[in-house]
């Protein structure tokens, strides 16, 4: 049976994580990118060395475990920085993306962060989406679930917010909006009316 690829993003603290582990308890795959990126970053793997080797070895903490706050900060103002990171990253994420959806048919849900930042890089690596959903939230909701999950104060979250692609810009190319500003059930109703619609089988 023909895949049904379907991209999943959302903006930061948008609630993206909570419609995918929605989509997992109906047994449906999800393929998460960030869960792909730690394990390549495991002590010891090729990859972290090769982070270490680009960034300094003051990358990797005393236990062999990558200091991913010292990166993340090193890149979030360093557009060079953060360039050989995706660099070094990106293709091996994308590649085990593909090899874990040739287990799967049907829907196939494919959490990525910055999907719409590298849409065109993924497509010329072999993935492409028939649709991609996108998870929304209010901008005062999304200050204060970023400021609580990172602990960090508003004028660094509002930093945050606005270095990613604009919201408008990201609704334009979305298939499907899910407004996660309200309780958990008004997403999952949302969720249930859009995973009706899918054609085809649903599992």
């Known amino acids: 049976m023909k895949q049904n690829k379907i991209g999943i993003t959302g903006s930061i603290a948008s609630g993206k994580s909570v419609l995918t582990a929605y989509l997992l308890g109906l047994g449906f795959p999800v393929i998460d990118a960030d869960a792909i990126a730690r394990d390549l970053v495991q002590p010891g793997s090729e990859t972290l060395k090769q982070i270490a080797e680009t ?17 993340g900060k090193r890149v979030f103002k360093d557009e060079d920085a953060r360039r050989k990171l995706n660099q070094l990253m990106h ?66 979250a509002k930093e945050k917010i606005a270095s990613q692609m604009p919201l408008a810009e990201k609704k334009e190319k979305a298939t499907i909006i899910f407004d996660n500003s309200g ?10 009316d859009a995973l009706e619609a899918l054609p085809g089988e649903k599992m």
């Open 91 to 156: 293709p091996a994420i994308v590649c085990a993306m593909l090899d874990l959806s040739e287990n799967f048919h049907g829907p196939v849900f494919y959490d990525v962060p910055l999907l719409f930042e590298q849409f065109d890089e993924l497509k010329a690596s072999g993935l492409a989406f028939d649709a991609i959903w996108l998870v929304d939230a209010d901008e005062e909701v999304q200050l204060a679930r970023l400021m609580a999950r990172d602990g960090i104060d508003e004028a660094y």
């Open 183 to 192: 309780d958990l059930m008004n997403l999952y109703n949302q969720v249930d």
């Open 55 to 71: 960034f300094g070895e003051d990358m990797i903490q005393s236990d062999g475990n990558l200091d991913r706050d010292k990166l």
